[in-house]
């Protein structure tokens, strides 16, 4: 198989400046991870586009570090195939036009900031100037401090540096603001959101449905080894659910659950909490009904919870 | 990260020579081995000792048959000092890497492992020859007196088998765990002293630690080193560059197939 039959040759017309080809950035059929009885990732199909950012989405242990590991060729699915930028993914020719940050890796503690990203860079035959990469990452100033030095935050910019130094086509990130402040992580929502401005294809994983809102163009979100949902931002909230309703009534939870736009409905005692993604409807038939109905409150619902019932809902 | 970014994303970047990484790798080796003292001091400082408060009194001393217990000190410590090179600046390193997730990261990166490990190579010469060197200043200052040729072929011939004897650094460093890798390589480094010769000449133990001795690679190296300064041990030059040659490329042989097995494990 020659590299050319394995990219294809078609140049993709929408953005001229970039080198991307037909294939897709990243294809992933029917990709099953199995470590001894545990499936880690059970039949995974996937495609990524050129110039989208894609989150996935989950709670840990769902999978998502063995998907970026299969996808990153560090590690060989039991079923399925794998292709990134149309090659297999340890393919020289595919490591050279990808970055990543990785979420247990190291380097020598030893050697400085600038050396680590000028020894990097020469790893790439074509890679952004030293200065540059340093400038992006936030690590001004920090070019002549020992690696081992670093603190926890600072690590993981120099992370970022790493994964950005050869210029790459697809930036993976697995996990990038762990350990970061509110502020800190902020930035970086901003530095990813820019290389994703200038062409750069973004795949990253994260817990935080925050997070996969605030930079994703698209969710993808994953729980026991399997695609649940799949969507814009927008489409992964209301599947989620939008809004509680708490009230106090004396209604059955099964008829009030088989409303149009009620996701789930829980009662204690007297009171009723409806979970409902067109709260305005259920509202009105609350108060349009026969039953005496008093102690409304309506809440947006916090994108963490939403994101849960999102996961318990799909362990059913 | 500051305002900055916009502009700096889209500026080019530049083209780099392929090469240019094998040399910076290699450079970034022995940066950080330069900067971890403690590592220079066990494996560089620690033959020069040994060699000073055993040799420095009696290195002049003439062997009855020709040679000087200069000569030998020189010889055996040389041995010593470049198989601690590799076990530590390979195999100690190495397990350390895989613990911290370097591997990992390299592994994402064009680099080909075998420019990555042969970088480690590049140190273990640089540092093997620097101990080499300094032996054998420290054998001319105290009196083991040899000609410049001589002394040329036989730090070559020393140079040699310590990359012979660095495979067995990486198979340390792909099978041991970072916590016992100190502990595997002193009970490695120890026996294959003892059958180089660091603590008593070899040919006086008993004829049973003798036989198993010359089943060990130190064992042939240190009396082919040893003949050529003119000692006279029973060397046969075919005999012992074969089993030195050979448990090099069985050593490496055996560490290229542990790599390949364990690669998507161990180090992903």
Redesign the interface.
């Known amino acids: 198989m020659t590299i050319a039959s394995l990219a294809g040759s078609a140049p993709f017309d929408a953005t001229p400046a970039f080198n991307v080809t037909s294939a897709p950035v990243v294809e992933l059929r029917g990709a099953t991870k199995r470590y001894g009885a545990v499936e880690a990732l059970r039949g995974i199909d996937l495609v990524i586009q050129p110039g989208e950012i894609t989150a996935i989405l989950g709670p840990n242990g769902a999978g998502k570090t063995t998907a970026l590991s299969l996808i990153l060729g560090l590690r060989s699915p039991t079923a399925g195939t794998i292709r990134l930028l149309g090659l297999p993914p340890e393919h020289p020719e595919a490591r050279a036009r990808v970055g990543a940050m990785l979420q247990e890796s190291g380097v020598p503690p030893m050697l400085t900031v600038g050396e680590l990203v000028e020894l990097f860079s020469s790893y790439y035959p074509h890679s952004r100037r030293t200065a540059d990469v340093i400038a992006a990452a936030g690590l001004t100033g920090l070019e002549g401090r020992r690696a081992g030095r670093l603190s926890g935050g600072q690590r993981q910019r120099l992370f970022f540096a790493l994964a950005l130094c050869g210029d790459p086509e697809l930036v993976i990130l697995d996990e990038p603001t762990t350990g970061l402040d509110v502020e800190s992580r902020r930035h970086f929502w901003d530095v990813v959101t820019e290389l994703a401005a200038h062409g750069t294809t973004v795949l990253f994983a994260t817990h935080l449905l925050e997070e996969a809102d605030a930079l994703a163009t698209r969710i993808v979100v994953i729980n026991h080894g399997r695609i649940v949902r799949d969507g814009t931002p927008a489409q992964v909230k209301a599947q989620a659910g939008g809004k509680t309703i708490h009230v106090r009534a004396d209604l059955d939870p099964t008829l009030v659950a088989s409303w149009p736009g009620v996701v789930r409905v829980e009662r204690t005692g007297s009171r009723l909490e409806i979970v409902a993604t067109d709260a305005e409807a259920v509202l009105g038939r609350l108060f349009g009904g026969a039953t005496h109905v008093e102690e409304v409150t309506v809440e947006e619902r916090a994108l963490e919870t939403a994101f849960l019932d999102l996961v318990k809902e799909t362990e059913s | 990260?500051?305002t900055?970014?916009?502009a700096?994303?889209?500026?080019p970047?530049?083209?780099?020579p392929?090469l240019?990484?094998f040399a910076?790798?290699a450079a970034?080796e022995l940066?950080?081995h330069l900067?971890?003292p403690d590592f220079a001091m066990a494996a560089i400082a620690l033959p020069l000792f040994f060699y000073t408060i055993i040799g420095m009194s009696r290195a002049a001393e003439p062997v009855p048959g020709g040679g000087t217990v200069g000569g030998y000190l020189v010889v055996v410590f040389s041995i010593f000092g470049v198989l601690s090179v590799s076990l530590s600046g390979i195999g100690h390193t190495i397990a350390d890497?895989r613990a911290?997730?370097?591997l990992?990261?390299?592994?994402?990166?064009?680099?080909?492992a075998a420019a990555y490990l042969a970088a480690k190579l590049v140190f273990v010469l640089v540092a093997s020859t620097a101990i080499i060197v300094l032996l054998g200043i420290e054998g001319a200052a105290t009196g083991a007196r040899l000609p410049l040729a001589t002394w040329l072929a036989t730090a070559g011939l020393l140079l040699a088998g310590s990359l012979m004897l660095s495979p067995i650094g990486f198979l340390v460093g792909f099978l041991v765990r970072p916590g016992s890798a100190g502990a595997v390589n002193l009970l490695i480094l120890m026996p294959l002293s003892l059958t180089a010769g660091v603590f008593m000449d070899i040919h006086e133990l008993p004829a049973a630690v003798r036989q198993i001795a010359e089943l060990t690679p130190t064992y042939h190296l240190s009396i082919l080193a040893q003949s050529m300064t003119g000692l006279p041990v029973p060397a046969q030059p075919i005999v012992d560059v074969a089993w030195v040659v050979g448990w090099g490329i069985a050593s490496a042989v055996a560490a290229l197939l542990i790599y390949r097995r364990f690669v998507?494990r161990q180090?992903?």
């Not at chain 2, 700096?8 to 500026?11: G, L, S, V």
């Not at chain 2, 990992?104 to 080909?112: C, I, N």
């Open positions: 990260m500051n900055l970014t916009l700096t994303m889209a500026r970047g530049v083209d780099r392929p240019r990484s910076l790798q970034a940066r950080r900067r971890a890497e911290r997730g370097d990992r990261l390299v592994r994402v990166t064009p680099l080909p998507g180090f992903a």
